[in-house]
């Protein structure tokens, strides 16, 4: 609750020195609108439906992108755990893969598949993918070696061990890697938007940038904020935690 009140403080203060500053300044909206004019956009865009067929449209394409790409990077990630060769090779061009910005793949994807859905999904799939895959392969590489003789002390070997021990030690890291997935998928999401031709928040913020509302633009980066943090903090994070207190990675609060 103490934390609560703090942040609550915080964000109030801030809110008051912005208003306070656009006002003294007399700074044009156009350039940057004061609090009172954001959360007035955002106020129309909630009561005109905006909002809400925003979210739809683009958790709907997050979705589909998030599962193409937890089910890529679990596959890659047991593979490069699993294969020198392939750790040593393909590895080597996710690591590299990582480093390039999700928007950066925008020109690509338009040449692929048009301004469509399957380039917004494209672009999440790769914004995912390969922080999963990496995750993946470090929890498999990283299980204790312990375990493993143990259960090869006691007959398992092959699949057996590999289902029965090595993955089930991995989950942790799995959960993990499905928490940056999300983070990192949420931000290509609004990335791919920004080109998109339907409905969703990226499109609505490119549509009022172009039309120099930058109260809209405003209002919609806070929801874009508020909802990355929500379900972070309020699903992943919890979930996590309790997976690592149920493997006995931390304590219990």
Same mark, same amino acid.
Request: charged content about 15%.
């Given at each position: ?7 609550? *403080? ?12 656009? %006002?003294?300044?007399?700074? =044009? ?23 809400? %067929? ?14 193409? !790409?937890?089910?890529?990077?679990? !596959? ?6 699993? @294969? ?17 910005? @999700? ?15 399957? @380039? ?7 914004? =995912? !993918? ?13 299980? =204790?070696?312990?375990? &493993? ?6 007959? @398992? ?10 993955l089930p030690a991995s989950v942790p890291y799995f959960v993990t890697g499905i928490r940056l997935a999300w983070a990192?998928?949420?931000?290509a999401l609004m990335a791919g938007e920004l080109l998109s031709t339907g409905p969703g928040l990226g499109y609505t913020?490119?549509?009022? =940038? ?11 980066? &806070? ?7 929500? *379900? ?22």
């Amino acid at each position: 609750m103490r934390l609560l009140t703090k942040r609550l *403080v915080f964000y109030v203060a801030l809110f008051a020195v912005w208003e306070l500053a656009i %006002r003294l300044f007399g700074i =044009s909206p156009v350039i940057m609108p004061a609090p009172t004019d954001v959360f007035r956009a955002l106020g129309e865009m909630i009561g005109d439906g905006t909002i809400a %067929r925003d979210l739809g449209a683009s958790f709907m394409r997050l979705a589909v992108g998030l599962v193409i !790409a937890l089910l890529i990077g679990l !596959a890659l990630g047991i593979l490069l755990a699993k @294969s020198k060769t392939a750790d040593d090779t393909l590895g080597s061009l996710i690591l590299a893969l990582q480093s390039i910005p @999700s928007i950066v793949w925008l020109p690509l994807a338009i040449m692929w598949f048009g301004l469509n859905e399957k @380039s917004v999904i494209f672009i999440i799939v790769l914004g =995912s !993918a390969i922080v999963m895959t990496i995750n993946v392969r470090t929890g498999i590489q990283n299980v =204790s070696p312990i375990y &493993i003789k143990a259960a090869r002390t006691m007959g @398992s070997s092959g699949p057996d061990l590999f289902f029965r021990v090595l993955l089930p030690a991995s989950v942790p890291y799995f959960v993990t890697g499905i928490r940056l997935a999300w983070a990192f998928g949420w931000r290509a999401l609004m990335a791919g938007e920004l080109l998109s031709t339907g409905p969703g928040l990226g499109y609505t913020l490119k549509y009022a =940038s172009d039309f120099g509302r930058m109260d809209m633009v405003l209002a919609i980066m &806070i929801v874009i904020g508020i909802i990355g943090v929500t *379900v972070d903090l309020l699903l992943f994070q919890r979930f996590e935690q309790r997976v690592r207190v149920k493997w006995g990675l931390e304590a219990a609060h």
